[in-house]
């Protein structure tokens, strides 16, 4: 599922946009069906335009009945009479997902503590200052068995020690959840958490839900501004080179 607003509010109509000749949301459906991993790919959108701009292409669509603060309402409104078990939701914004991170999120369903999970996600290894003290990245500290512990747009862990070496993880905003986890979800009111930050995954947090996180190395570009629409071209030139 591959949830799309038009309406996004940092950069709006940006799954619109022209990225090397297709729509950013084009592109990211593409990506998706063509990992192979999945028994069907939708795009569930709010937004005529978008609807027409997937079927116009051969793509699958479902358009939205309510109106949704975030993704995985939307995601679990389209799925709530379906027959599945998982259900993985792919940004819209996420041009070039690939298979490789797609598989290391579906493995920790295999893993040994698969029945304690409600959610799993991605979290990739930040360095950069100017990311991590960017508002628009969202940060992720974990347990010791990789279960999120919080999510914060500022910078976690709090360096209050300069001697103590700290790491930091950027939360990829790629999602698998069990069909359960994900209603539970949709009919829970938003906490304070989720409210202040702007970041869906801690309504899961603030009720008990598990979120598993696993480790990746790959980037990816999302595209949050006009910036990284730029930077997305850029990338996309010289894989055609």
Known sequence: MIPARFDASRFPGKLMHDLGGQTVILRTYQATVATGLFEDVFVVTDSAIIFK????????????????????DRIAEAIAQMDIDIVVNVQGDEPFTNKEVLVTLLEVFKAKDASKIDVASLMVKITDLDEINNPNCVKVIVNKENFAQYFSRAPIPYPGDADLATSYFKHKGIYAFTKQALLDFYHLPMG??????????????????????????????????????????????????
């Open 192 to 241: 304070t958490l989720e409210a202040i930050e702007k970041i869906e995954c801690l309504r899961y947090l603030e009720y008990g839900k598990n979120i598993k996180m696993a480790e990746t190395t790959l980037q990816g570009v999302g595209i949050d501004t006009p910036e990284d629409l730029i930077k997305a071209n850029t990338i996309l030139k010289n894989k055609q080179h």
């Open 53 to 72: 701009e997937i079927t116009s292409h051969g793509g699958k669509a479902i358009m939205s009945i309510k109106d949704h603060q975030c993704g995985s």
